[in-house]
């Protein structure tokens, strides 16, 4: 007699000790097979636990969005159940919002690419420069009582202040404006030219957006060196615009300013020439007589420079036929660059010997301390050309950030979103429809074709199916022949001509 097996117990999990019911309960148990210890159960630390079940998968939004239907061309042949024109309408609604969609798609992208080009539009900046006197040795009573000038030398100083104020574009620049005025009392007094800007405010006069220091990134005065003078009274003064980090909105106060003033101490008329070097981004460059005999202009930047270039070498037709990246230099191109082909890449970086920083605007000024000028002061006024952000890119800049349009986007993709679920409801409304309509016509054709149907669908998914789509050949279309049959078509004679092209049917033959 064979002994009986063990039980089997599941791993790690030992189960209780079972008898047979024949076993009597007499007696201590005998000796059995060795009960499986348990092993001890540590804790899990949570990164090792497997993820729950109930935890959204990161793929879930897009297999939703997968889902969505898109689809809102309503189905053809629905107009022919549906009374009334709503079709004929909405087909109208969708060919005008394809033009609409299209024209402000074209829009925008043209809007973006005008802002990406800087526009440059240049403005008249009036500059004032004039100077005061204070301690001068005909200004003391006893110069006036008629002691000879210089009896208290060192003592007599001079303020000059330079100022800038952008003129508008509906001015004039030759006409007498308020600031001709207020200039002119500045300059007969120095606590007047303090109190300019707090007074311009009270007054309501119109700001100006861009102030003086906006335009330009150096002010220097430089003196005429002159030997009697001593050498501290003609030392430099200048002002460089500090750098500023990339997400810093304005300049800072020190930096911020309509009008320059500095100090010092003299007794003698000085002449003075004042430096002006433009800050723009992008940068303009002086051109070599060369360059600008290609370009056609004497300053550009360098971005306009290489545009310049490319549309010179389409003009004239310099490309190659098969590398249109390589460019037949002519006689003004041969000029610049020195050799008879160019890489265009290469362009960029070979035209920086033929550039240089744009020259200052140099201001002569001379400052005058005698008694004479000074019973009645005139400024000195100069007119120059400073190069403005086009008024127009802060609009389109305006019209590309507009939450509101962002916004109307957002409410059209539910509108969408709904018309592509109306759409569905009418497609699959309309298969009912189909359906029914034919099942009226002839109930019993309809009814044996759909089971036919459905049981082709059947094999097929089953796997039954002798021919792929459940066609085993039983059916009254593959037993009738003639020309109508299924038989005699191009179907029928490619796959004859299929299984007849197979090795195994040619090594049969």
Same mark, same amino acid.
């Given at each position: 007699?064979?002994a009986?097996?063990p039980?089997?117990?599941?791993?790690?999990?030992?189960?209780?000790?079972?008898?047979?019911?024949?076993?009597?309960?007499?007696?201590?148990?005998?000796?059995?097979?060795?009960?499986?210890?348990?092993?001890?159960?540590?804790?899990?630390?949570? @990164?090792?636990?497997?993820?729950? &079940?109930?935890?959204?998968?990161?793929? *879930? $939004? =897009?297999?939703? /969005?997968? %889902?969505?239907?898109?689809?809102?061309?309503?189905?053809?042949?629905?107009?022919?159940?549906?009374?009334?024109?709503?079709? @004929?309408?909405?087909?109208?609604? &969708?060919?005008?919002?394809?033009?609409? *969609? $299209? =024209?402000?798609? /074209?829009? %925008?992208?043209?809007?973006?690419?005008?802002?990406?080009?800087?526009?440059?539009?240049?403005?008249?900046?009036?500059?004032?420069?004039?100077?005061?006197?204070e301690?001068?040795?005909?200004?003391?009573?006893?110069?006036?009582?008629?002691?000879?000038?210089?009896s208290?030398?060192?003592?007599?100083?001079?303020?000059?202040?330079?100022?800038?104020?952008?003129?508008?574009d509906?001015?004039?620049?030759?006409?007498?404006?308020?600031?001709?005025d207020?200039?002119?009392?500045?300059?007969?007094?120095?606590?007047?030219?303090?109190?300019d800007?707090?007074?311009?405010?009270?007054?309501?006069?119109?700001?100006?957006?861009?102030?003086?220091?906006?335009?330009?990134?150096?002010?220097?005065?430089?003196?005429?060196?002159?030997?009697?003078?001593?050498?501290?009274?003609?030392?430099?003064?200048?002002?460089?615009?500090?750098?500023?980090?990339?997400?810093?909105?304005?300049?800072?106060?020190?930096?911020?300013?309509?009008?320059?003033?500095?100090?010092?101490?003299?007794?003698?008329?000085?002449?003075?020439?004042?430096?002006?070097?433009?800050?723009e981004?992008?940068?303009?460059?002086?051109?070599?007589?060369?360059?600008?005999?290609?370009?056609?202009?004497?300053?550009?930047?360098?971005?306009?420079?290489?545009?310049?270039?490319?549309?010179?070498?389409?003009?004239?037709?310099?490309?190659?036929?098969?590398?249109?990246r390589?460019?037949?230099?002519?006689?003004?191109?041969?000029?610049?660059?020195?050799?008879?082909?160019?890489?265009?890449?290469?362009?960029?970086?070979?035209?920086g010997?033929?550039?240089?920083?744009?020259?200052?605007?140099?201001?002569p000024?001379?400052?005058?301390?005698?008694?004479?000028?000074?019973?009645?002061?005139t400024?000195?006024?100069?007119?120059?050309?400073?190069?403005?952000?086009?008024?127009?890119r802060?609009?389109?800049?305006a019209?590309?950030?507009?939450?509101?349009?962002?916004?109307?986007?957002?409410?059209?993709?539910?509108?969408?979103?709904?018309?592509?679920?109306?759409?569905?409801?009418?497609?699959?409304?309309?298969?009912?429809?189909?359906?029914?309509?034919?099942l009226?016509?002839?109930?019993?054709?309809?009814?044996?074709?759909?089971?036919?149907?459905?049981?082709?669908?059947?094999?097929?998914?089953?796997?039954?199916?002798?021919?792929?789509?459940?066609?085993?050949?039983?059916?009254?279309?593959?037993?009738?022949?003639?020309?109508?049959?299924?038989?005699?078509?191009?179907?029928?004679?490619?796959?004859?001509?299929?299984?007849?092209?197979?090795?195994?049917?040619?090594?049969?033959?």
């Amino acid at each position: 007699m064979n002994a009986p097996m063990p039980p089997s117990y599941g791993r790690g999990f030992p189960q209780a000790a079972q008898r047979s019911p024949a076993t009597p309960r007499r007696g201590p148990p005998g000796p059995g097979p060795a009960m499986p210890v348990p092993m001890a159960q540590h804790p899990v630390p949570p @990164q090792y636990l497997p993820p729950q &079940r109930n935890m959204a998968h990161p793929n *879930d $939004a =897009a297999l939703r /969005r997968s %889902r969505k239907p898109t689809d809102k061309n309503i189905p053809d042949g629905i107009e022919d159940v549906i009374v009334g024109e709503g079709v @004929q309408q909405y087909k109208s609604l &969708r060919d005008l919002e394809k033009r609409l *969609d $299209a =024209a402000i798609v /074209r829009k %925008r992208l043209d809007i973006q690419d005008s802002i990406s080009k800087t526009v440059k539009k240049y403005r008249t900046m009036r500059i004032w420069i004039s100077n005061t006197v204070e301690s001068q040795p005909w200004q003391d009573a006893s110069g006036q009582n008629g002691s000879a000038p210089g009896s208290n030398p060192g003592s007599g100083r001079y303020k000059v202040r330079i100022e800038g104020r952008l003129l508008d574009d509906d001015s004039d620049p030759t006409a007498a404006e308020d600031s001709d005025d207020e200039g002119a009392a500045d300059e007969s007094n120095g606590d007047a030219m303090e109190q300019d800007s707090s007074e311009t405010k009270k007054s309501g006069a119109k700001q100006q957006k861009q102030r003086f220091s906006h335009f330009f990134k150096t002010i220097s005065v430089d003196f005429d060196k002159a030997s009697t003078v001593n050498p501290e009274e003609v030392k430099p003064v200048s002002w460089v615009k500090p750098q500023l980090p990339p997400n810093a909105a304005s300049l800072p106060p020190s930096a911020d300013f309509d009008s320059l003033q500095f100090s010092r101490a003299s007794q003698e008329n000085l002449n003075i020439t004042i430096s002006l070097v433009h800050d723009e981004v992008p940068e303009r460059y002086k051109l070599s007589k060369e360059l600008a005999e290609v370009l056609d202009v004497e300053e550009e930047t360098r971005s306009g420079i290489v545009l310049g270039i490319w549309d010179y070498i389409r003009a004239m037709g310099l490309q190659e036929d098969e590398e249109k990246r390589l460019v037949r230099c002519d006689h003004r191109l041969r000029a610049i660059f020195g050799r008879d082909q160019m890489f265009f890449p290469q362009i960029p970086e070979s035209i920086g010997p033929h550039t240089s920083p744009i020259d200052p605007v140099k201001l002569p000024y001379t400052i005058r301390v005698d008694e004479e000028f000074h019973k009645n002061p005139t400024a000195t006024v100069y007119d120059i050309q400073v190069a403005v952000e086009d008024p127009l890119r802060a609009k389109m800049l305006a019209l590309t950030k507009n939450h509101q349009y962002s916004m109307a986007m957002q409410k059209i993709t539910s509108l969408d979103d709904q018309v592509s679920l109306i759409v569905q409801t009418l497609t699959h409304s309309r298969a009912r429809h189909s359906f029914y309509t034919a099942l009226s016509k002839d109930p019993v054709n309809f009814v044996r074709r759909w089971i036919n149907s459905q049981r082709r669908d059947l094999e097929t998914i089953l796997g039954e199916a002798t021919r792929g789509g459940g066609e085993d050949g039983s059916g009254p279309e593959f037993r009738r022949g003639g020309a109508d049959g299924a038989w005699d078509t191009p179907v029928a004679r490619e796959a004859v001509r299929y299984m007849l092209a197979k090795p195994e049917a040619a090594m049969g033959r």
